[in-house]
């Protein structure tokens, strides 16, 4: 091993790190934790420095150090990630070069909506496209040949996301033919009830033009017998 490589062993947040002293050094603010200027830093745990940081954070810096101050922005899931590993390194004394933004594209996303009357654009009316707005996309442009919208959506995204952005689109897809569904099923139980109660309605009026029919039968039976009765006394006086 050469005789200018010192081992040290960080303890960061409670995280632990080994790592080459020299590398620690490119960052001006552990080249002044080392220095002779200043007294020995506290060591814990058999030997570790430790230093009240953030353990994650702290990794992508130490890995920073290690990759000749270079980092690629894919690491990172958004860009307030980023921005913290920024302000972590800013800390250390460390400027990073990289922007975001270099690593940025456009993604965009078509729906298409049917609307029965189209009057104004109104994204309350569709689910789909507040969850499209709700997750930051912008309305880039719209084609409207009734009853169909051709809506496109666009958001600007880190390479490092396209993947997560497919799985949102086809989560999206998944939960609007889910929604779909639900409504077709809603619509053909209203359906089903409105021809039930249309079958239900019909044998009402049957049996009421049934019982009319049969109390029409009843009350001329009643109206028969009467004239028969009335005709029996007749004839008896006349004896």
């Given at each position: 091993m050469s005789s200018d490589i010192e081992i040290v062993k960080l303890n960061v947040g409670g995280d632990v790190f080994i790592t080459n002293k020299n590398t620690l050094k490119q960052s001006p603010w552990f080249?002044?934790?080392f220095s002779d200027e200043f007294k020995e830093p506290e060591k814990i745990n058999g030997g570790q420095y430790f230093i009240d940081r953030d353990g994650y954070l702290f990794s992508l810096v130490l890995?920073?150090?290690?990759?000749?101050?270079?980092?690629?922005?894919?690491r990172f899931d958004k860009e307030s990630d980023f921005e913290q590993f920024k302000d972590e390194c800013d800390y250390f004394g460390l400027t990073v070069k990289e922007k975001w933004e270099s690593d940025m594209q456009w993604y965009y996303i078509m729906v298409t909506l049917t609307s029965s009357r189209y009057v104004r654009f109104d994204a309350n009316k569709f689910p789909k496209v507040q969850k499209l707005t709700n997750a930051g996309y912008k309305l880039m442009s719209m084609g409207v040949d009734p009853p169909i919208i051709n809506v496109i959506f666009g958001k600007k995204i880190n390479n490092s996301l396209v993947k997560l952005e497919e799985s949102f689109h086809e989560q999206l897809n998944r939960d609007e033919q889910h929604r779909r569904r639900n409504e077709q099923r809603r619509i053909d139980e209203q359906r089903r009830r409105d021809e039930q109660h249309r079958r239900d309605e019909q044998r009402r009026i049957i049996r009421d033009k049934q019982r009319i029919k049969n109390e029409q039968y009843r009350r001329n039976k009643q109206h028969r017998r009467r004239n028969i009765g009335a005709g029996s006394i007749s004839d008896e006086n006349k004896t």
């Open positions: 080249e002044t934790f890995n920073y150090l290690r990759n000749g101050k270079t980092i690629k922005t894919s």
